[in-house]
């Protein structure tokens, strides 16, 4: 996945990178990594497939098939997923959603890269993902903020500080 992030991160990329290589592939959890820079937000979105999907294998199914076309959708429209607070005047500038490859092995992985330019700092990052991916039981969080940098936890309906 693209990685403008990276960019952004300095001083957090080793601890990203290690979060990154250290991750299991663990149904229910999804991890966000998000930067602030300047007037930047960047959110980068990585799962496994059974989190938004319900399965991890290529489509077989009407049923199955039906839920891709959904799924992609829906990962198309960044207000499905995250609304940064108003005030912010945060407007998508770029994104990348990669749907899976569906691996023999089994295990399918989504990964989304949302770019957004701001007038204001954001404070708040509402995750509206909860209510259309219900299958996410969790979100690992990796911050990084204006002089600073943090890891989190959310569980479902909680919303980000970035206060």
Not at 96 to 119: L, R, W
């Amino acid at each position: 996945m693209k990685r403008f992030i990276s960019c952004i991160l300095l001083g957090m990329l080793p601890i990203i990178s290690q979060a990154e290589d250290h991750a299991a592939h663990v149904h229910g959890v999804g991890q966000l990594d998000i930067a602030i820079e300047d007037n930047k937000l960047v959110i980068a979105l990585d799962g496994p497939a059974d989190n938004l999907l319900g399965f991890e294998h290529a489509p077989k199914t009407a049923q199955e098939k039906a839920t891709l076309q959904e799924v992609s959708r829906k990962m198309q429209d960044v207000r499905k997923l995250f609304v940064p607070n108003a005030s912010a005047g945060c407007r998508l500038s770029q994104q990348t959603v990669q749907m899976p490859e569906f691996k023999a092995s089994g295990h399918s992985e989504i990964e989304a890269e949302y770019d957004f330019v701001c007038t204001a700092v954001p404070q708040e990052i509402t995750l509206t993902a909860w209510a259309h991916f219900p299958r996410y039981k969790k979100m690992v969080v990796n911050l990084a903020l204006p002089g600073r940098q943090k890891q989190l936890t959310l569980l479902p309906g909680q919303k980000l500080s970035l206060k």
